[in-house]
């Protein structure tokens, strides 16, 4: 789940250092700069030392320089580079497509754009091949189209940029957070403003009507580079991840409704283990914790044992038509195998 990054034009990339900005300069754009932008650290230590980050309109060539909040940056990565993933034939759900955009329900298993570990199967791939050289091009290498992402075993809708202006646009939208995206998950316990454990928790509060809002940084995994983990200013990322109760089972589990302020990589995945309530099936942030047999019965927690992915879709995706202006709304119901789960724990709550 990525933002997009804040470009003009030209593929510049202009940044705003934060007040928790870290005070030297390569690790101030790395926490600043949109995820989308697909600017590693060690790129921007890279562009920094080529000339191609400036301030004021001069060059800054020190990665180690001072930074400080409110400075402004604009970053020139060069143009896209040519993509390396060929199209291939592979099925798409399509829920909406026009000139400049496609939304597409994509399904689990599959990895947005390619990497070293995946450099086939992905969205990318199967866009490439559906959309032909319509797609745009300020991804870059192997991101064309890409606005922002979802998990490779999350569920849902997702949308692409057929055309320079909607992503523009559409990446504009991102970053002013006004896009809506809601997120069903089905996930350990049942949080509640009643639970004092919750309540003492570090960047946990609820809001009017019983919404748990949890507010940390986000930041890989000092130790395992394929997670992130919660962290304070000025180390990583700002992210805030909203979360409304939807039905619990029996105390020991719950479909929650999720939607996000930012955008992060695996953030509700890894705000909701920090608030004690992993996803059911997540091989990463889950955790230990088991469901009752006594409280749901033998069938509900063998189901949940044997859930295979997190479970977690992106039920609806909102924005205005980076073109037209015009509000699209789209929604997905329940893939089958979380629609059978939750079918399994709503008959062991009722006790059949």
Known sequence: MDEPFDDETDGIVTVTLGLDAP???????AAAVPEAAALSRSRLMRLIAEGAVTRGGLAVT?????????EIYEIRPGPAAEVEARPEAIALRVIYEDADLIVIDKPAGMVVHPAPGTPSGTLVNALLHHCGDSLSG???????????????????????AKSDRAHHGLAAQFEAHSVTRHYLALVQGVPSAADPRLNGLR??????????????NLARHRSDRQRQAVCWPPEGRHAVTRARVVEGFAGQAALVDCWLETGRTHQIRVHMAHAGHGLIGDPVYGGRRRLSV???????????????RQALHAASLGFDHPV??????????????MADLLAGLRAGAAGG
Do not use: Q
Request: glycine fraction near 14%; charged fraction near 25%.
């Open 62 to 70: 020190d990665p180690k320089a001072r930074a400080a909040a409110g």
């Open 324 to 337: 037209t202006g015009e509000r699209l709304d789209f929604s997905s119901p329940l893939p089958a195998d």
């Open 294 to 308: 006594r409280a749901l019965g033998a069938a509900a927690v063998e189901a949940a044992a044997g859930f295979s």
């Open 138 to 160: 300020i991804g870059g290498e192997r991101r064309p189209g890409i606005v922002h992402r979802i998990d490779k075993e999350t569920t849902g809708l997702l949308v692409a």
């Open 203 to 216: 960047g946990a509060t609820f809001e009017a009507g019983g919404i748990l809002k949890i507010a940390t």
């Open 23 to 29: 005070s030297r300069l390569d690790k101030a754009l």
